[in-house]
């Protein structure tokens, strides 16, 4: 039975005819893999996730959790699942052996977590934030913070969280005010709140790691004065922190994952009889914003792939319901009572599913390419290989957070469409999976957030290197395409004119001489290279699927063409907009509204 999460064809597709995985294996660091071991993997996420997670989508979505005031309450089979992950080692599928991982490439893990995100978004929350945390531990902790706090983690024990936002500040970093005092023992005593953390609370693991933000006094005003901190909810003597829940955010989506409001250093419980959350200061004082990109990073990334995978589950249960639903006859038929045809055979309904697989299939690829980015990061052969991944990755990561985000929820509204009335009720799965998608646009920055940091640092960066770097990488793309001739060079040419026109909107924007214009419609411009970037993954993929038959590889070809010609042009007036420098939006003045 086809299954109505992912596409495991498209994945192996993706995998292994066009990211060539397989060839990772010659790198030492994943010498003991192989395409069986990738497989076993695949194939164990698969069933886990179906046969553990999806099963209780609706339950902990209805019976969201709740807190009476000393417990939060979450449905029993949240817990069972997250057990069974446990088992799977799938936690630490990407990490070394010497903390319990499997020292699997990363692209491979990306692709097996991404079925749990597609099944129960709200229970994959868990372990997704806890991977991101433990990563963030390996790379900036010490050896000790490694072997108390990570080793758990990868074994299921522990769960991790990031705390950055406050009720104050929210996106605003430079503003947060919990505090840090240093003690004579090498710990410090935390307190402040911190608001909108995921997994903040619960009885289901045996602790809780969570990683936060915090001002040391006397240090730096601003983000420059921000450290991290270690501050579980358990020491390690096994008294109680001074971590109280203070009470829970109440969600549209992804119900099943708690999220709180925490307070640190209230004086509940105090350790050692002195107020405040004991924390572990990571790395050195005031570089705490710069430790926690790298869980935030991942993060976003994690955060595109779960919008990819709720886009795509809504997809498949459309095209399943557009092929089973019989209703009404083709234009043309003379017969009132003729049979009924399948709604699928409607061309405005293949309009919808055509357009919806050309997001969320072009929105996966974009997921795993990064994921290949990133294994060439840490083991590619030379280091200006390992250079360029790491640029091409920074400029991609606002693309691959938002894009997904904004247009695999598209797919799901467009899944609700399909499904017709049927589609906004709570019987079936379509109404949920948009609820739970919405999420994403706001989880680990907004689209504004996404394209500030796009327009006014990654594509300008180190002199303009990381743009550079996309339109020669995707260049080479287009060379490829043009050498094959036919069809693939008419796509070719309307990607390369995009490039292109990017790059000129760029220059000008840049010109301008007033970055308050320069980043007015930053959010335009997100979307539009986010456009110019999937359309490079379509052409990519038209490319890997030249020269072979069948129904999946037509497929590939048609949905390539949809979006080349009915998404890409919507590009250029987009650009027009910007290259106008147009003012409308720094000029309404809030009487106006």
């Not at 069974?84 to 080692?89: I, M, P, R, S």
């Not at 357009?355 to 200006?384: F, P």
């Not at 709570?426 to 996404?450: K, M, S």
């Not at 500030?452 to 300008?460: M, T």
Request: charged content about 20%; overall charge negative.
């Amino acid at each position: 039975m086809r299954s109505l999460l992912l596409s495991r064809r498209d994945l192996d597709f993706l995998l292994y005819e066009w990211l060539d995985v397989e060839s990772l294996t010659k790198r030492e660091r994943f010498a003991e893999h192989g395409r069986d071991t990738f497989d076993a993997a695949l194939d164990l996420a698969t069933d886990v996730a179906t046969e553990h997670f999806a099963t209780h989508r609706k339950i902990s979505d209805s019976a969201e959790p709740t807190f009476d005031g000393e417990t939060v309450t979450i449905p029993s089979e949240v817990k069972a699942a997250l057990e069974v992950f446990a088992e799977t080692g799938i936690v630490g599928a990407g990490m070394d052996s010497s903390v319990g991982g499997l020292q699997m490439p990363a692209v491979v893990a990306q692709a097996c977590f991404a079925w749990f995100h597609a099944a129960n978004v709200g229970t994959a929350a868990y372990p997704f934030l806890t991977i991101a945390a433990a990563n963030l531990l390996r790379a900036h902790g010490t050896p000790e913070q490694i072997e108390t706090w990570v080793t758990p983690m990868v074994e299921g024990r522990y769960f991790g969280t990031m705390c950055l936002s406050e009720p104050q500040a929210g996106s605003s970093l430079a503003d947060v005010t919990t505090r840090a005092e240093p003690r004579d023992d090498g710990t410090h005593r935390l307190t402040g709140n911190k608001m909108w953390i995921s997994g903040g609370e619960h009885d289901l693991s045996e602790n809780i790691v969570h990683l936060v933000l915090a001002k040391i006094p006397g240090g730096p005003a601003g983000v420059k004065g921000i450290s991290l901190f270690v501050v579980p909810r358990i020491l390690e003597n096994g008294e109680r922190n001074d971590v109280a829940l203070a009470g829970l955010n109440h969600k549209m989506g992804y119900r099943g994952t708690v999220n709180t409001l925490l307070n640190f250093g209230e004086g509940r419980s105090t350790p050692g009889g002195e107020p405040g959350a004991v924390g572990y200061l990571v790395g050195e004082p005031h570089r705490g914003l710069s430790y926690m990109f790298h869980m935030m990073n991942e993060a976003r990334v994690g955060v595109g792939a779960g919008a990819t995978a709720l886009g795509y589950a809504g997809y498949l249960t459309a095209l399943d319901y557009a092929r089973t639903r019989p209703q009404g006859r083709l234009a043309g038929a003379k017969d009132p009572t003729s049979p009924q045809v399948p709604i699928i055979a409607h061309a405005d309904v293949r309009r919808m599913l055509l357009a919806a697989k050309s997001y969320v299939e072009g929105a996966l690829a974009l997921n795993l390419y990064c994921g290949r980015l990133l294994d060439e990061e840490t083991t590619g052969e030379t280091d200006d290989d390992r250079s360029r991944a790491n640029l091409l990755l920074e400029v991609l990561t606002p693309v691959a957070k938002s894009w997904p985000s904004q247009w695999c929820l598209a797919a799901n509204d467009l899944a609700i469409q399909i499904l017709g009335g049927y589609g906004y009720t709570r019987e079936y799965d379509v109404e949920q999976l948009y609820r739970d998608n919405r999420l994403n646009a706001i989880h680990e920055g907004t689209h504004g957030i996404q394209g500030l940091d796009l327009l006014g640092r990654k594509v300008v960066m180190s002199g303009g290197a990381g743009l550079e770097l996309l339109t020669t990488t995707i260049g080479e793309t287009v060379a490829r395409a043009r050498g094959a001739g036919g069809e693939s060079e008419e796509l070719a040419g309307a990607l390369d004119a995009a490039v292109a026109r990017v790059g000129e909107v760029t220059a000008a924007l840049w010109a301008a001489g007033d970055p308050a214009v320069t980043l007015a419609n930053s959010s335009v411009y997100l979307e539009a290279v986010g456009h110019v970037v999937v359309a490079w993954m379509w052409v990519e993929q038209f490319l890997a699927a030249d020269g072979h038959d069948g129904d999946f590889y037509d497929g590939k070809r048609a949905a390539a063409r949809y979006f080349l010609r009915y998404e890409l042009p919507k590009v250029g007036p987009q650009l027009d907009l910007l290259a106008s420098l147009d003012r409308t939006t720094l000029d309404v003045r809030d009487e106006w509204f």
